[in-house]
C-alpha cells in the first residue's frame, strides 16, 4: 500500500488507480484497502467515490477506528458537521485517545460559537498528545477569552515546533474554518506575534 500511496504522490494516478483496483479485487472484504481508495479519490476531490469507498470500509470492519475517522474527515472537509461528529465520537468509542476527533470537534465546536467545548476539547487533545495544533488554536481562543499571556504562550510554543500553523492557508486545509480562521489572522497580526514570528 505504500507503493501505491507513492506512486498516486509521484503523478501516475493511473497506475495507481488500477493497481488499487486489483489489491481490492484480490481483497474484496478488507477494509483497508477501501480506505487506501478513498484516500485517493478525497486527495483529487472526488467526493462521491471517496465516500463510498469510506462506507464500504466501515460496512465491511464496523470497529476500524481509521475508517470513521476517514469519512469524518470526509463529511467535516463538505462541511456537514453534524455527520462528522457523529462519526468522531464513533471514533473516540473505539479508541478514546485518538487526538484527531478530539481536536476536529473542538473546530466545530468553534465555528458553532461553542467556544468554551472547544477549549475543553483542546485542552484535552494537548494532555493526550500535546498536540501542536490544539495548543495553537487554544491560543487563539484564551486570546479573545481575555486569558493573553497564557494564549501567546500556547501559540508560541506550537509554533517552535511546527511553524506552517503560522499559515491561513495551511490551517484551512487542516479543516479550520471560517470563524476561527477570522481570529487566528487578528491573533497572529498582534505585535507580539509578528515579532515572534520574525524571530523564529
Known amino acids: 500500500m505504500e507503493l501505491i500511496r507513492e506512486l498516486y504522490n509521484t503523478g501516475t494516478e493511473q497506475l495507481a488507480l488500477s493497481d488499487l483496483n486489483q489489491l481490492i479485487k484480490n481483497f474484496p472484504y478488507e477494509g483497508d484497502v477501501y480506505i487506501t ?49 457523529t462519526d468522531y465520537y464513533k471514533v473516540l ?25 472547544a477549549i475543553a476539547q483542546w485542552q484535552k487533545a494537548v494532555k493526550i498528545n500535546n ?6 488554536a487554544l491560543g487563539v481562543a484564551l486570546y479573545f477569552q481575555g486569558e493573553q499571556e497564557t494564549a501567546f504562550e500556547n501559540a508560541e510554543t506550537a509554533l517552535k515546533c511546527d511553524r506552517q500553523f503560522a499559515e491561513l492557508k495551511y490551517l484551512q486545509e487542516n479543516l ?18 509578528q515579532n515572534f514570528l520574525e524571530l523564529n
Open 93 to 117: 468509542g473505539l479508541d478514546k485517545d485518538y487526538f484527531v476527533p478530539i481536536v476536529n470537534i473542538g473546530l466545530i465546536a468553534y465555528e458553532k460559537s461553542l467556544i468554551q467545548e
Open 37 to 85: 481508495r478513498g484516500w485517493f479519490y478525497r486527495d483529487r476531490k472526488e467526493w462521491t467515490l471517496a465516500l463510498a469507498d469510506f462506507n464500504k470500509a466501515i460496512k465491511l470492519s464496523p470497529t476500524l477506528a481509521s475508517a470513521y475517522l476517514e469519512r469524518a474527515l470526509l463529511y467535516h472537509r463538505l462541511g456537514n458537521y453534524n455527520a462528522a461528529l
Open 131 to 136: 498536540s501542536v495544533e490544539a495548543k495553537l
Open 176 to 193: 479550520w474554518a471560517k470563524h476561527l480562521l477570522t481570529d487566528a489572522a487578528k491573533f497572529l497580526a498582534t505585535s507580539r506575534m
